[in-house]
């Protein structure tokens, strides 16, 4: 459990870091040496949290696909 803890804190401050650019979940888990079902997760823990991010269709920023991709919001959601 430690290491999917230890991913989703990566995950956070890569997403972060990488704003305003936002990457598809196989991109992330690419660039963070992770599998796709292990960011996955740490992204639907990060996304259950949400004060922070959403899931929004835009392009990926690595691999330049159109889809649903975990960004950061814009603000504080009500």
Same mark, same amino acid.
């Given at each position: ?14 997403? /972060?870091?990488? &704003?305003?650019? *936002?990457?598809?979940? %196989?991109? +992330? $888990?690419? /660039?963070?040496? &992770?599998?796709? *079902?292990?960011?996955? %997760?740490? +992204? $639907? ?13 835009? $392009? ?19």
């Amino acid at each position: 459990m430690a290491r999917r803890d230890d991913l989703t804190r990566r995950l956070l401050a890569f997403i /972060r870091k990488a &704003a305003p650019y *936002a990457y598809c979940d %196989a991109c +992330l $888990a690419l /660039r963070l040496g &992770a599998s796709l *079902a292990d960011t996955s %997760a740490g +992204l $639907a823990t990060l996304l259950a949290e949400g004060k922070e991010f959403e899931r929004r269709r835009r $392009a990926c920023y690595g691999c330049g696909r159109t889809l649903a991709l975990a960004a950061l919001t814009d603000g504080p959601r009500p």
